[in-house]
């Protein structure tokens, strides 16, 4: 069956560092790909999406890459805030499936 | 605003007992999901549903239940089959179950402890 994988947290950076959360996937077809962020507490919010091969889903800031030949979907981010710290989840669509499958998350911890 | 609902914030649940996790969602939205979260473990799927009076078992279905009556309303009751419910409970929908470029919208979760 479909399956996310992502690198195991946390990943602790000091504020402006470059960020790079890793994102693999496995499934058949042409899946939907989305990256998700949740503080302390709440729910989940969408950060970002890519519906197809080299497409670049991008929101303040973060950007990730669909890349089908190597099936990932990483995350990235330039420069980070200590607001950034948070759990991020990547998690996939697939063509004629219904359900949203999610990674075990990766934990932010930027400090100061 | 448009959004999704879960009420309570925090519940609590003696041993034995049955609970009900309520969610609303005012997005006109067709599908609805009930995941659970428990610390390290990321989100497992319990119960989905595709359409009104329509639903199905997810990865970890044992020991709840679900109802969809109403397009907007997904209640999920968790049983005293339910071996070890503390964990947090979140909701979500998405516009149509089979159109996989729409992405899900969540609540802010209810959290249930067993005392």
Redesign the interface.
């Known amino acids: 069956g479909d399956s996310v994988t992502q690198m195991e947290g946390p990943v602790t950076l000091s504020e402006e560092a470059f960020l790079t959360i890793n994102c693999t996937y496995t499934a058949t077809g042409?899946?939907?790909l989305?990256w998700?962020v949740q503080y302390p507490?709440?729910?989940?919010?969408?950060l970002l999406?890519a519906?197809k091969a080299d497409d670049k889903g991008s929101n303040k800031g973060f950007e990730a890459t669909y890349r089908k030949e190597t099936t990932s979907f990483h995350l990235e981010k330039g420069s980070v805030q200590v607001s950034d710290s948070a759990v991020y989840?990547c998690a996939l669509?697939?063509?004629?499936?219904?359900?949203?499958v999610?990674?075990?998350?990766t934990r932010l911890l930027v400090s100061p | 605003d448009g959004g999704?609902t879960?009420s309570p914030k925090y519940l609590f649940r003696k041993e034995g007992q049955n609970v009900t996790l309520s969610c609303e969602q005012n997005l006109n939205h067709d599908?609805m999901?009930w995941?659970r979260q428990d610390p390290?473990?990321?989100?497992r799927?319990i119960y989905?549903s595709?359409i009104v009076n329509d639903f199905?078992k997810?990865d970890i279905a044992e020991g709840y239940s679900v109802s969809r009556e109403k397009k907007e309303s997904f209640p999920l009751t968790v049983t005293s089959a339910q071996k070890n419910p503390t964990a947090f409970y979140?909701c979500?929908s998405?516009r149509e179950?089979?159109a996989?470029?729409?992405?899900?919208?969540?609540?802010?979760?209810t959290?249930l402890t067993v005392v």
């Open positions: 042409y899946p939907s989305f998700y507490g709440e729910g989940l919010q969408l999406k519906t989840f669509v697939n063509t004629g499936f219904q359900k949203l999610f990674g075990t998350g | 999704i879960q599908a999901y995941y390290g473990q990321g989100l799927l989905y595709q199905q997810g979140l979500a998405r179950a089979g996989p470029n729409t992405e899900a919208f969540f609540g802010q979760g959290r």
